[in-house]
């Protein structure tokens, strides 16, 4: 039946394990998957790297800002895909609980510097931890306080509770 067709192999380049450059996507995945606590899918790193591509792809500029870090499990995962000319802002109460009405969460500061300080200080000029609450917060005080003017990827997971 498949007589007179020859077999068409196309060689695959490959490089070795030492020669591939080490995505920063995948090595900060590595570490948060590890090393902190938190509830994200298991499947956002290769949402993040769609959308780092469409970025690309289309020259979309901005920084990253993120509410409800908690301990930053999401947070460094997005901040993996910022440029370097990107600011990164981790908004959440951190221990500041007094406020956090559902008990939704647990952030604290202290431990999210941590992470940042030994897991990922490549990302330290960029990542700007900033204590506040959620229901708070408008979008023209957002800019105002944060410094930023626009953002490409904005994450909103803070305040569980029904405004009333």
Not at 68 to 88: M, N, S, T, W, Y
Request: glycine content about 8%; charged content about 25%.
């Amino acid at each position: 039946m498949l007589q007179g067709l020859k077999a068409v192999v196309t060689p695959v380049e490959t490089k070795s394990a030492a020669e591939k450059p080490i995505d920063r996507l995948d090595d900060i995945h590595r570490l948060v998957w590890a090393n902190i606590q938190g509830w994200v899918g298991d499947r956002i790193h290769h949402i993040l790297r769609f959308v780092r591509e469409y970025h690309d792809t289309e020259n979309i500029r901005g920084n990253i800002a993120e509410i409800g870090v908690h301990h930053g499990k999401l947070f460094f995962l997005l901040a993996a895909i910022a440029r370097p000319d990107e600011q990164c802002i981790a908004i959440d109460l951190y221990e500041d609980q007094e406020k956090n009405l559902d008990k939704s969460g647990n952030g604290s500061l202290a431990i999210f510097t941590s992470h940042l300080n030994g897991h990922f200080p490549q990302l330290k000029s960029q990542v700007r931890a900033v204590q506040a609450d959620s229901m708070a917060l408008t979008p023209a005080g957002v800019r105002a306080r944060l410094g930023i003017d626009n953002a490409r990827l904005f994450s909103v997971d803070g305040g569980h509770t029904l405004a009333r």
